[in-house]
């Protein structure tokens, strides 16, 4: 099943659905330098997520599976074409902060990090500054640059 990523903008009514609807935060879209994605076949929308680069770092988040095409692999191969987006546009590494899903990015090659070891870029962002939990877990990810 070939999945393909659609730019949206963060305004898109089904990104704000899905992110509420997996009680993700959505305060923050309309910061400047982040990219959304809707994920989908020929057949239907299967789910969003977004990205930030800043120089060789990416954030990854708002990553939201269809409740239906959960332990599918559906949220793997969502993950891997937002990894690739961000080493296509120059980043090296790339960094999440979740609450729930560690053991899901951990075997997709994620690796625990300490908070207090993320670089400036990701932790002065939004998501690591009052957004996410100080108990969210940091992971982060080498990439291939240029995707």
């Known amino acids: 099943m070939t999945i393909e990523a659609r730019a ?8 704000l659905e ?3 609807a997996a009680r993700l935060p959505a305060s923050d879209l309309g910061e400047p330098g982040q990219l959304f994605f809707v994920f989908e076949n020929a057949a239907r929308a299967m789910g969003c997520g977004g990205l930030l680069v800043a120089g060789e770092h990416a954030l990854l988040r708002s990553i939201v599976v269809d409740p239906d095409l959960r332990a599918t692999g559906v949220g793997g191969r969502i993950l ?17 902060l979740t609450t729930d899903a560690a053991t899901f990015f951990a075997r997709h090659g994620f690796e ?36």
């Open 112 to 147: 625990t990090v300490d908070r207090a070891n993320a670089p400036a870029v990701i932790s002065a962002t939004p998501q690591f500054v009052d957004i996410c939990p100080g108990s969210a877990t940091l992971m982060m990810r080498g990439l291939v640059v240029g995707g």
């Open 18 to 20: 899905r992110l509420a």
């Open 80 to 96: 891997e074409r937002l990894a690739h987006e961000a080493g296509s546009r120059g980043a090296r590494k790339a960094w999440l």
């Open 8 to 15: 949206i903008p963060a305004t898109d009514e089904r990104l």
